[in-house]
């Protein structure tokens, strides 16, 4: 496995972010330089949006907007961030949101606390579009993202972490809910890969991420079998994204890094971040060739938020491979 570690800098708002990334930054200790064995490569992380968030997710980048939609779970936010002048622009949700994806129609689909969502960015205006029944109370929506044909799936997981009361859920293009998985505590690492015909999902507690063969027409699962099994001290899977390639990015949360495994799960490289608690990468930019991840600040301490006070950020990295556009929903 390669190692790829990192110069961490900081991007002002309206600055290029190619620019900034060439941009040889002065550094204090808590970050540093380092190379791979062979001193063949640096990679800069950049923080492009300093959030302060407490647990952001989700990220969407919607390739005819060229911004990057993405959440603040428990903050109840939904952000929008606009690469090309800094700016980000949030939006207040009633109930905690998971995740999220344009809608071809127009606003959002949303997986708030209780169900599925359609958001209209314009007015506020929130619809209920699908309220699963048997979705306890104590559980709420986590990790989602389109398939390849444009249905909308998210997974949800016990709140307080400890009951296998979760699942992963597809909300078709007419707004039919169905649940395809059960017995899970908390959904992550939802994927596809690049012919739609394989699906990762996690649950972070058993350190798992399965797949599975996928059915691109009917959107159906079965074959499920571990793809990645993660010992402890590497931390816990969390959100993950695809490449063109077909290897999979996972965000280890209390890991400190991005890593890329390759089709069969074997890993390739790992790039190093400034803060504990990475959630998900999602390719963007005009090329598709960079990668943002959001990252959370809940549930450190006060010496571990002093010592990373860019915990809750929004980052980026140059990647060496492109990723895959992310579908609008077509419901």
């Known amino acids: 496995m390669k190692i790829i570690f990192c110069n961490f800098i900081d991007i002002w708002a309206g600055r290029s972010l190619r620019s900034a990334l060439q941009k040889k930054l002065e550094t204090g200790s808590r970050t540093g330089t380092a190379r791979t064995a062979k001193e063949e ?3 800069s992380v950049t923080c492009v949006y300093d959030a302060k968030s407490l647990l952001g997710e989700g990220p969407f ?5 060229q911004r990057l939609y993405w959440v603040d779970i428990k903050r109840r936010l939904i952000h929008r961030f606009d690469p090309a002048n800094g700016k980000d622009e949030s939006w207040l949700t009633p109930e905690d949101i998971g995740s999220l ?3 071809e129609k127009g606003g959002l689909v949303v997986a708030l606390k209780s169900g599925f969502y359609f958001y209209d960015l314009d007015t506020g205006k929130l619809t209920a579009v699908a309220l699963p029944s ?3 109370d104590h559980d709420r929506f986590n990790d989602g993202k389109t398939d390849r044909q ?3 799936w998210a997974g949800s997981m016990d709140d307080n972490e400890k009951e296998p009361s979760g699942g992963l859920f597809r909300l078709n ?3 039919q809910c169905e649940r395809l998985v059960d017995g899970i505590i908390c959904s992550n690492s939802l994927c596809w890969s690049p012919d739609g ?3 990762y999902y996690a649950d972070s507690w058993q350190r798992t991420v399965w797949a599975w063969d996928f059915d691109p027409e009917t959107g159906t699962i079965s074959n499920r079998r571990t793809f990645v099994n993660l010992p402890p001290v590497e931390g816990v899977p969390d959100g993950a994204t695809v490449d063109a390639e077909g290897s999979l990015w996972l965000a280890l949360w209390d890991g400190w890094q991005i890593k890329r495994f390759d089709t069969k799960g074997r890993p390739q490289m790992s790039v190093k971040l400034p803060v504990q608690r990475p959630t998900c990468p999602m390719f963007g930019g ?3 060739d960079v990668i943002y991840v959001t990252s959370a600040s809940i549930g450190l301490s006060e010496q571990e938020l002093r010592e990373q006070p860019l915990a809750g950020s929004l980052f980026a990295f140059e990647a060496d491979v492109r990723g895959l556009p992310e579908m609008r929903f077509k419901g």
């Open 41 to 43: 490569k640096v990679t």
């Open 61 to 65: 980048w919607d390739v005819a907007e």
């Open 101 to 103: 994806a344009v809608r």
């Open 134 to 136: 048997g979705h306890a």
């Open 150 to 152: 444009g249905r909308f």
């Open 173 to 175: 293009h007419t707004s």
């Open 197 to 199: 015909r394989i699906m």
């Open 286 to 288: 005009s090329n598709l």
